[in-house]
Every structure is written in structure tokens, then in C-alpha cells.
């Protein structure tokens, strides 16, 4: 049974699929519990790049990848994860129609 958490978890991830169509292959392979072995070291990579995002290549978008990578092993983690990702989505949402509003004066 899956919880709460990790079901909204999942559909963040589906998100993801749907707004990089090429991803959700691969995202819905690293997701089966199969993937674990392959998951935790390749959040780790994830992380590390982001952090070191500065670098060339390096993007800060592998430290959320990253983290999400990791909160599906450590459901400790899933709750946070997912409560700054509904923030950062709502924010962004604000930024976009602000600067759409904008645009129309």
C-alpha cells in the first residue's frame, strides 16, 4: 500500500514525464522498486552535480532530481520534498502570470 506521501511523490514524477515526454521512459523505469540499486547512486550523482552547478554542464536542475531520487528510498524525506515542490510550483506559477500580465500592458 502506498502512502499519501509517496502517492503525491509519484505524480510529481508524472509531471516530470509530461512536461520532458522524452523522460518518461526512463522515469518510470528508475521509479520500479527493481531500480533501487541503480536510483540511490544515481540521486547521489544528482545531487552532487547540483550542487556544484557553477560548473559547466552541471545544472541546478539535478538537485531536485536528485532529491526526489533519493525521498522515494527515504520516505522521511517524501514529505518535505514534496511540500517545497508544490511551493516552488505555485511560486513559479505566480512569476509566470505576472510577467504575462506585464507583457499585456
Keep these: 500500500m502506498m502512502s499519501k ?5 509519484h505524480r510529481q ?12 521512459g526512463f522515469l ?15 540521486g547521489i550523482l544528482l545531487i552532487l552535480g547540483g ?18 531520487l533519493i525521498a522515494l528510498d527515504l520516505p522521511f524525506l517524501q514529505g518535505p520534498i514534496n511540500r517545497v515542490s508544490f511551493w516552488a510550483q505555485r511560486k513559479w506559477t505566480a512569476w509566470r502570470r505576472g510577467r504575462k500580465a506585464r507583457k499585456g500592458d
Design 13 to 24: 514524477f508524472d509531471r516530470i514525464g509530461r512536461a520532458v515526454p522524452a523522460s518518461s
Design 28 to 42: 518510470n523505469w528508475i521509479r520500479q522498486p527493481s531500480s533501487r540499486l541503480v536510483r540511490i547512486p544515481l
Design 5 to 9: 506521501e509517496e502517492a503525491r511523490l
Design 51 to 68: 550542487v556544484f552547478s557553477f560548473l559547466p554542464i552541471l545544472g541546478a536542475w539535478m538537485l531536485p532530481l536528485g532529491l526526489f
